[in-house]
């Protein structure tokens, strides 16, 4: 069964049981079970036997506003991350839950659980970027950590474009020097950033850009909207100049998803970065991406191909 079906029919087992109507409700769960999908009633949680995996999903559907992962490869992830731990290669593991926690997607290994609802977390011992329910949150986050890598960086970017959807409210007040200081940090360590880090931001930049830009309203003076509007499409090519030079470098590290997520980036803002040697970013993404076209997914190919045409 697809996870919508799952959670309709878990939703409308709910609404049985609320009603008192407990026969209809266990005719629901057996015909869950019978397709491999089972309910602990305990934890409201559920699993599926077909996944691979005895970690259940908590919480309800994935968001795709904030997780772009597709659930097949959210199992994917778990289960390669459980095999790692049990050949004791924790390196690798934690890299996975990384991977996981950058799109939304959290794990809890104590009770073997994972969402990525867009809910609070299932520990809440560390504050995430994903958690962050305003841009004052966001900068409150990175700013309260001891040492900022660009992981971090990126991660706070990857949020803003979401959190820029809601305006600020009259009692909040802009943390604009502070969004500043972030801003400065970021360009000054971006040479540095790797491939994942480096796709990220400049994706991030790119629908900052796309989403103020193309708003018809307002932004208020001296607000986080203004601030980021006027420092980002008023040098962005000068910005994502720096990116396309920076990839190049490290462009042969650079996977399909990583190549098509940079073109797209790149052709949102339109702007088609030039070499000394006359060649274009564009140039050098199709050399690279032709020899991989068979590991492209479907959602990586529309995207190269929409920035392509753009």
């Known amino acids: 069964l697809p996870a919508a079906e799952i959670h309709r029919l878990i939703r409308a087992r709910i609404q049985c049981k609320r009603a008192g109507d407990y026969k209809k409700a266990d005719r629901i769960k057996e015909e869950l079970e019978q397709s491999g999908v089972f309910i602990d009633d305990k934890v409201n949680a559920w699993s599926a036997a077909n996944f691979g995996h005895d970690y259940a999903q908590v919480g309800g559907p994935i968001d795709k506003t904030i997780c772009d992962l597709p659930e097949t490869e959210i199992h994917s992830l778990i289960r390669a991350r459980i095999q790692c731990r049990s050949v004791r290669d924790y390196q690798k593991s934690d890299s996975i839950l990384e991977d996981l926690m950058q799109s939304s997607v959290f794990v809890d290994d104590k009770v073997k659980a994972w969402r990525a609802d867009g809910k609070s977390a299932l520990t809440k011992q560390i504050r995430r970027m994903s958690y962050c329910q305003t841009i004052e949150e966001a900068i409150e986050a990175i700013l309260e950590k001891e040492k900022v890598s660009p992981r971090d960086l990126s991660a706070f970017w990857t949020v803003v474009p979401k959190l820029l959807k809601y305006h600020q409210s009259g009692n909040e007040q802009p943390q604009v020097p502070q969004l500043n200081s972030i801003f400065n940090k970021t360009m000054d360590n971006i040479k540095i950033f790797g491939p994942r880090d480096l796709v990220q931001t400049g994706l991030a930049f790119a629908k900052i850009i796309k989403t103020l830009g193309g708003s018809r309203r307002r932004h208020a003076r001296g607000s986080h909207h203004e601030f980021l509007l006027d420092v980002l499409q008023g040098r962005s090519d000068v910005i994502f100049q720096v990116i396309a030079n920076t990839s190049m470098r490290m462009l042969s590290k650079f996977d399909a998803r990583f190549l098509s997520n940079l073109a797209y980036a790149?052709?949102?803002?339109?702007?088609?970065?030039?070499?000394?040697?006359?060649?274009?970013?564009?140039?050098?993404?199709?050399?690279?991406?032709?020899?991989?076209l068979g590991t492209f997914k479907p959602q990586d190919l529309s995207t190269m191909t929409w920035a392509f045409a753009k």
Do not use: M, N, R
Request: charged share 20%.
């Open 266 to 292: 790149h052709a949102l803002v339109e702007y088609v970065p030039k070499f000394d040697d006359g060649s274009t970013l564009f140039h050098h993404l199709a050399e690279k991406s032709i020899p991989l």
